[in-house]
């Protein structure tokens, strides 16, 4: 017993050595953990919980999350239940500071006006998010609002560095500004087409570039498509050719896949996150990837 | 990214008046457990954890075998436990393979008696059983898994006064193979074969087959309405 005893308390004093004085930002998404690094810089240490390959509905809570939540002085996650299947779990973990209520918890849906706000809640509509839909990064002017929000609350973390954080944000800002001049610009010969989406990712950017859904290939949000559902895809497509069928790089691939044979219509892995596709290599990308792959 | 590592140990005290215990030996503290807990990734898809149990206690008189058979001494069940999980693109949901192994082992020390039909007078025991199982299971769509696990025991074999009484396992080894399919039809079923082959005591041979229908009801946590 006490050979154990020690063995133990030698370990979990290991454990504790590697903490580190620069801010600790605990990203939900890669797109978030992406954002912190852009006003943080080099003064703070940014993780995200899931990879751009992953989707961030569902994972599952692993070891090394519960040690990195234990240690996090700012959580920033997505919000209006994106995370809802593993985020509390890991929450009951935290510290103090990252809990509901205090300055180091940021739920991105909390600042913005989420879009597709469900009129009815039900059990047989699938996976909806009573809050509106989650995949609120694809917006612009959303990354632009929650880069101040980072921004004012790194400094409260960490005053010494206010200045510098200040600084990453102004240029950031201005750089994000312009690209959305040029992501604008775009929308001239986008505009007005349609689209037919695997699963409502991409709302937020769809809506911003004045592009309409035809239809989605989930019939219900989080829940396989139906035979009868993709017969109608198809007959919905013969119709009303659309610019293309869109799905994110962790959308299952045999219905898109078969409603794309059935149809030639082009089928486009958008790269919806950082990490997305291996290119993808910051914020900027995703924007100008998902431009440059619909508009081809 | 570095790798991180997860720690967590634990300790309790309590009155140890349950099995693996029973009737406590005097007042106070009759019982100690202690566990401890370590994980981390492997790559960017696999995790591992391992884990150690240990509870100690000591019994005035623990009764078992309807009312027949009585242990008075110290227990001390010790466990560990150890799971790989890797899901190949990140997505446990749609793919993933999932490995574990627990072993166990009960040592006691102290006397047995018995009274009733199979009556023998009370003598001192100290001896250990282990047990431990392996398990693999294989997701290859989210709808469709296959799985198996081998477990065992490995009993004990007395000699002197408690030879050949209730007590003794006569180093019997029992065993016992499964293996299963399931098939998730939506978050509220699951449907299950599973084949199962065991010999819990000597020469008593039982192959199973079992078809389960899994059906869960309500709201969850991530299902408020």
Redesign the interface.
């Known amino acids: ?1 006490m050979k ?2 020690t063995t ?1 308390v030698f ?2 004093g ?2 504790f050595s590697s903490a580190q004085a620069k801010p600790f930002v605990f990203a939900c998404e890669p797109e978030w953990q992406a954002l912190a690094q852009e006003i943080g810089g080099d003064q703070i240490r940014a ?1 995200s919980a ?2 751009g ?3 961030p509905h ?3 809570v ?7 939540i234990k240690r996090a002085d700012l959580l920033i996650c997505s919000g209006a ?1 994106l995370e ?2 593993w985020l ?2 890991l929450l009951r973990n935290g510290n103090k500071t990252i809990q509901a209520g205090q300055p180091g918890h940021v739920l991105v849906s909390d600042y913005v006006t989420n879009i597709e706000i469900p009129q009815v ?3 047989s509509l699938g ?1 909806i998010h ?1 809050d509106g839909n989650p995949h609120v990064h694809l917006d612009p002017q959303v990354i632009l609002e929650i880069a101040s929000i980072i921004k004012e609350r790194l400094a409260s973390i960490d005053p010494d560095h206010e200045k510098t954080y200040a600084a990453n944000l102004k240029k950031f800002a201005s750089k994000w500004r312009a690209a959305t001049t040029r992501w604008e610009s775009a929308k001239a010969s986008l505009a007005g087409h349609s689209v037919v989406v695997q699963h409502k990712s991409f709302s937020y950017l769809l809506k911003f570039l004045g592009i309409d859904v035809l239809a989605s290939i989930e019939e219900k949000p989080g ?2 498509p139906s035979a009868r559902h993709l017969a109608e895809i198809v007959s919905i497509i013969k119709q009303n050719p659309p610019l293309a069928i869109i799905r994110t790089p ?1 959308d ?1 691939k045999a219905s898109s896949n078969w409603v794309a044979k059935k149809t030639g219509v082009r089928l486009i892995t958008l790269p919806y996150t950082v990490g997305g596709l291996p290119e993808t290599t910051d914020l900027f990308k995703i924007y100008d990837q998902s431009i440059e792959l619909l508009s081809n | 990214m570095p790798t991180e590592i997860y720690n967590e140990v634990g300790l309790g005290l309590f009155r140890g008046s349950d099995f693996p215990f029973g009737t406590p030996d005097g007042q106070g503290i009759g019982a100690s457990s202690l566990f401890y807990r370590i994980g981390g990734d492997v790559g960017t898809n696999g995790t591992w954890r391992f884990g150690a149990y240990q509870v100690d206690g000591e019994t005035g008189g623990r009764v078992t075998e309807e009312g027949t058979v009585t242990f008075i001494g110290d227990t001390k069940l010790t466990a560990y436990d150890i799971r790989y999980t890797f899901a190949p693109t990140g997505n446990e949901r749609s793919q993933e393979v999932t490995l574990t192994a627990e072993h166990f082992t009960r040592s006691e020390n102290g006397t047995y008696g018995a009274t009733g039909d199979e009556a023998f007078a009370t003598s001192a025991y100290d001896a250990e059983t282990k047990g431990w199982y392996v398990a693999a299971t294989y997701k290859w769509m989210p709808q469709a898994r296959v799985g198996v696990r081998y477990s065992e025991m490995s009993n004990v074999d007395l000699t002197g006064a408690l030879d050949g009484t209730a007590v003794d396992g006569a180093g019997f080894k029992p065993t016992q193979l499964n293996l299963m399919f399931d098939w998730t039809n939506s978050e509220y079923s699951r449907i299950r074969l599973q084949l199962g082959s065991e010999e819990l005591s000597a020469g008593n041979e039982d192959d199973q087959i079992i078809l389960q229908y899994l059906m869960s009801f309500g709201a969850h946590g991530a299902h408020k309405y």
């Open positions: 017993m154990w005893l133990i370990l979990w290991c454990s993780v899931t990879h390959r992953q989707d569902f994972i599952r692993k070891p090394s999350l519960m040690s990195q239940d809802v299947g509390p779990l809640l039900d059990r996976d009573p829940i396989p962790f299952t």
